[in-house]
Nanobody
């Protein structure tokens, strides 16, 4: 079992920045890919960014050039640096990790961007 704790969400004005963090505990050896997803009201959950254990990254087109995903394997943590935030980025952001073939999700953290 893997438990995930997210932090770093909040309210920010358009153009501002936030940094999300997610730390895994429990059976954290050999955690595979780690990623961030988001879900806006009335919309489906969507991929924001994902990073493999070897730190290969992939981003949604809507966040390329503005968001940066990174990980610290020693701390079992993944981060999402979000710059130039837009009101359209408002959503609940979820951390997801892959361990032993199973996806584990965090509880979500709210990000609200005001115009």
């Amino acid at each position: 079992q893997v438990q995930l704790v997210e932090s770093g969400g909040g309210l920010v004005q358009a153009g501002g920045s936030l940094r999300l963090s997610c730390t895994a505990s429990g059976r954290t050896y050999s955690i595979g890919s780690m990623g961030w997803y988001r879900q806006a009201p009335g919309k489906q959950r969507e991929l924001v960014a994902v990073i493999s254990r070897s730190e290969t990254t992939n981003y949604a087109d809507s966040v390329k050039g503005r968001f940066t995903i990174s990980r610290d394997n020693a701390k079992n943590s993944v981060y999402l640096q979000m710059n130039s935030l837009e009101p359209e980025d408002t959503a609940v952001y979820f951390c997801k990790v892959l361990w032993a073939g199973i996806d584990y999700w965090g509880q979500g953290t709210q990000v609200t961007v005001s115009s």
